[in-house]
């Protein structure tokens, strides 16, 4: 079965500074989907950021890239420029590429932006 | 609907007591999960539906737990004789299918329930 790791339960960082979570998985699969998602005090998960496990290219959506190292299996999240509407939990989530398979998410990382 | 929308958002009951928890999924998504956070942890799997049938729900802890979707579209949440250690908030998410193609296969996530059993 497949696992996540999120070895840092909390982060904090500056506003306008970057960040970096990290994120390790393990799996035996050569095809796969990672994603993170974030989870302000409302409860409400939100998509941030999906990877590709077939793409070398590095995703990136504005403020949001990840740094996917395969061979590693380690997929961090880099937030640039940070906002204080970014504080939240961070949870690092793998899917298997085949049909129906659930998303397997990772402890998640509380992430702090200090004014 | 525009979201997932989960009822009730908050539930509180007592040990023993049977409960239920609803959730409409974003219209015309075919693939419907359940999963349970305990508080500080991440989302832990329940139960998946494809259309109407459980198409795998290896992840209810025991057969107190059981969850329908007759219509394929919203899903019950059922607990019998809920014990303290059910406490925790449970979130339901939608995808357009279960298939893992690209496009379809991202999460959209309701706001959760949070069920405390005294």
């Known amino acids: 079965a497949q696992t996540v790791t999120q070895s840092q339960p909390e982060m904090s960082v500056q506003e306008a500074e970057t960040v970096t979570l990290s994120c390790t998985y393990d799996?035996?699969?050569?095809?796969?989907?990672l994603f993170w998602y974030k989870q302000p005090p409302s409860r409400q998960m939100i998509l941030v950021i999906r990877q590709e496990a077939y793409k070398q290219q590095n995703a990136t959506e504005n403020r949001f890239s990840v740094n996917f190292q395969k061979a590693a299996k380690s997929f961090s999240l880099k937030i640039s420029d940070s906002q204080l509407g970014d504080a939240a939990m961070y949870f690092c989530?793998?899917?298997?590429?085949?049909?129906?398979?659930?998303?397997?998410f990772g402890p998640g990382t509380r992430l702090s932006v200090l004014p | 609907g525009a979201g997932v929308s989960q009822t009730p958002s908050n539930k509180v009951t007592e040990k023993g007591k049977y409960v239920e928890l609803r959730c409409d999924p974003i219209s015309g998504h075919t693939a419907l999960y359940w999963y349970r956070q305990s508080l500080g942890q991440g989302p832990e799997f329940l139960i998946y539906?494809?259309?109407?049938?459980?198409?795998?729900d290896s992840g209810l802890p025991n057969d107190r737990f059981f969850a329908v979707r007759p219509e394929g579209s919203v899903s019950t949440l059922k607990i019998q004789r809920t014990e303290r250690g059910d406490s925790a908030v449970y979130l339901c998410?939608?995808?357009?299918?279960?298939?893992?193609?690209?496009?379809?296969?991202?999460?959209?996530f309701g706001a959760g329930s949070r069920l405390t059993v005294l």
């Open positions: 799996t035996s699969e050569s095809d796969y989907y």
């Open positions: 998410a939608s995808s357009l299918s279960a298939s893992a193609s690209s496009g379809a296969n991202v999460l959209t």
């Open positions: 539906f494809q259309g109407t049938g459980a198409a795998d």
């Open positions: 989530a793998y899917r298997s590429p085949n049909y129906g398979q659930n998303f397997v």
